[in-house]
């Protein structure tokens, strides 16, 4: 493991830290970086570097010039992509961390609008923000659907409450700033181990069992890059449907007990929004009968107790390629009038 500290001057009493990880994405890191900076020149930057071979390090040798608040690490070998978030947070130094990915941005006046948060909030144990969908080059803005439903700012006092109503939306990074000092402890506490690619969303719902304060904000605060998962690069299609399947029910249950009203929503939230969305993506690539066999078994085990299983996810599996290709082409050309 090779660590490198670059320009980390910054005082004691940091109120906001950046933690990103990154790999092989030098270009859209560019893009995430300039968008903090061009907010605010007083918050810690935390870049962990996942050994990438594309000049991130020159690059952020580059940046640190004329950026005193940055610390960066570089592994000799690349780590899960979980791993590498955890250990953006160890490095950081604020009192809350702004978990962010490397192909995101900063929405207009959205570190002001935490700050206020923040001060507003003292107690608060988190915040979750919304997010504008945008196209992959984040040039034209594009109708998303999100795995939250409210549509209005709220203070969630209620874990249960809390999980079902964010519990889904906890799964993507960019939308969450988290205590760090909660979330070390939640991390000391253990269990997220075995969530491979979903360790945050283990320590967030601790986080919350633990000391259920967090705030949702309608704001959008930021810049999301439609069409660009990268989970199916990192563990293969097959792998990325089954982290969604087992992680929300697994973890809700660890917290909740098992058939838990606030689990069963997440779970169906989860098959709405991310399961079908997976199956459609794969359709449209082509993928093999052998993934689509292994993807009905799962959710068959997971999900056949659900209405939305044979309405939703077993009609998109059977369908054919060429029908359901021809009905998003349809579906994208509506959107846009």
Known sequence: MIFLLLCSREKKGVKLSFCIPTYQRVHLLQETLESIVSQTKEVEIVVSDNCSQDGTQAYIEKFAEGYP??????????VECGVNLLHAVDCA?????????????????????????LDNYPEVTGISVDVEGYDRLLQHKKRIRTSHKMKTSKLFVSKERGFQELGAWMGYWSAHIVQRKAWQEAKQRGGHEKFLGYHHLYLMVSMLCKKPVWYFTDKKCVAYRADNETFSLDYGAYRRYEIDVVSYKEIGEAFFGKKAPCVEHVRKVVLDCFLCWQIVTLKCRKASWKIYWKILKLSWRYYRSFLGFWYKV??????PSFMLRGARWIYRKWLKH
């Open 69 to 78: 608040h940055l610390v960066y690490h570089r592994w000799s070998a690349p």
């Open 93 to 117: 130094r604020g009192e809350y961390c702004w978990l962010m990915t490397d192909d995101d941005k900063l929405e207009p006046g959205a570190i002001a609008h935490v700050k206020e948060l």
């Open 314 to 319: 077993l009609p998109l599996i059977v369908i």
